[in-house]
């Protein structure tokens, strides 16, 4: 079992940076592959970046890479997604979720879903 709790979201300026985290409680936290996912009011939640659960290898949404990096740190069982450069379109509410399958881009490959965090950027 993998509690996660997201935070960080906040409100910001077109342009501006915001870096997320995600705790995760339980001993096994470096055996899951790792993702963000956003939800946009109205729409369908997207996948935004994922990491594996070592950390050599990165995935990132077309529509994020260049502005978005990903990164975890095992020792203290936290992902993060750091924006930069960020636009209106990126407001929604960011999951983190974690997943032992190998599809990291699909949402029914994760196991345990964050309660979310809101981002908002004002143009």
């Known amino acids: 079992q993998v509690q996660l709790v997201a935070s960080g979201g906040g409100f910001v300026q077109a342009g501006g940076s915001l870096r997320l985290s995600c705790a995760a409680s339980?001993?096994?936290?470096?055996?899951?592959?790792m993702g963000w996912f956003r939800q946009a009011p109205g729409k369908e939640r997207e996948f935004v970046a994922a990491?594996?659960?070592?950390?050599?290898?990165?995935y990132y949404a077309d529509s994020v890479k260049g502005r978005f990096t990903i990164s975890r740190d095992n020792a203290k069982n936290t992902v993060y997604l750091q924006m930069n450069s960020l636009k209106p379109e990126d407001t929604a509410v960011y999951y983190c979720?974690?997943?032992?399958?190998?599809?990291?881009?699909?949402?029914?490959?994760?196991?345990?879903w964050g309660q979310g965090t809101q981002v908002t950027v004002s143009s």
């Open positions: 979720a974690a997943s032992r399958g190998s599809n990291v881009y699909t949402r029914s490959t994760y196991d345990y």
């Open positions: 339980g001993r096994t936290f470096s055996s899951y592959a």
């Open positions: 990491i594996s659960w070592s950390g050599s290898n990165t």
